[in-house]
């Protein structure tokens, strides 16, 4: 299967369609909302444009059950067709990973603000052979509240436990080495990649990607790259990706067009 093709499958997949513009409408589609559990108010990104490089987030194509939600350390576009995340995105520096030593929760749970029928449940996940595989990681979470909401179902995929323990874990860990060193803001969107071929598990048919991605973008040196792997068994850190092969694999830009064109 050729990777260029991925995202594209994985739209079909989840069922969200792919609209044909024209340049003079290209806007951005708007999505669901999701109800915040405490204030009963809807949560959008406008509400947290602090994770989004120039406070833009990427655009994909409308669907019924994508939906937006706002954490206090991450935002995350939500698929209710594979009750997974399409994407999360943190905006992360020297000072947010150095506050990063909280003690590491242990409660999962599913995300109230979902409706039923669009989100991962605690079962889905039981005897299902997969780990609960944290996009945000939990290693990168500042404040006890933050730490906490990062083990909501939501911010999670189906993981091969060697992986998720493995590479993905070191993967996590160099990027925070990364962060340390830098200079300034540095945005981070992780997601998953699904093929027609994935197979889902729990009652809910929670998805299971294939490939998971970790972009990274360095504000200050206006670099970026892209982590690409296969959510198996075995599976080793490899060379990163250009964010250009990303793109081409995604078909996806997850930058603005302007910061895009003046990358190192």
């Not at 493995?166 to 997601?191: C, L, M, N, P, S």
């Not at 990649?193 to 991605?213: C, D, H, K, Q």
């Not at 970026?224 to 793109?247: C, D, F, K, S």
Request: proline share 7%.
């Amino acid at each position: 299967m050729k990777q260029t093709t991925l995202w594209a499958r994985m739209l079909r997949l989840t069922a969200i369609l792919a609209l044909t513009v024209t340049s003079a409408a290209n806007a951005r589609l708007p999505v669901f909302e999701a109800l915040d559990s405490a204030s009963g108010h809807p949560t959008r990104f406008a509400q947290c444009p602090q994770f989004f490089v120039d406070g833009k987030p990427p655009a994909i194509p409308a669907s019924p059950k994508l939906r937006e939600l706002c954490y206090e350390a991450f935002a995350i576009l939500h698929s209710g067709e594979t009750r997974t995340p399409v994407y999360v995105a943190q905006r992360l520096n020297r000072q947010t990973i150095e506050d990063a030593d909280e003690k590491r929760a242990t409660k999962f749970f599913a995300d109230a603000r979902l409706p039923r029928g669009e989100r991962a449940e605690l079962e889905d996940y039981k005897r299902s052979g997969y780990s609960r595989g944290h996009m945000a990681p939990a290693g990168d979470m500042p404040t006890p509240t933050a730490m906490a909401q990062s083990f909501s179902l939501a911010n999670m995929v189906p993981q091969d436990i060697q992986h998720n323990g493995g590479a993905w874990a070191k993967i996590e860990q160099d990027t925070r080495r990364y962060i340390r060193r830098a200079k300034g803001d540095v945005f981070v969107i992780t997601g998953p990649v699904f093929t027609p071929e994935s197979p889902r598990i729990g009652n809910n048919g929670v998805g299971v990607p294939a490939y998971l991605f970790k972009l990274v973008y360095d504000q200050h040196d206006n670099r970026a790259w892209a982590h690409w792997q296969e959510n198996r068994e075995g599976e080793r850190v490899g060379r990163p990706i250009t964010y250009e092969e990303l793109v081409k694999r995604t078909g996806v830009e997850f930058l603005p067009r302007l910061v895009v064109s003046q990358l190192n």
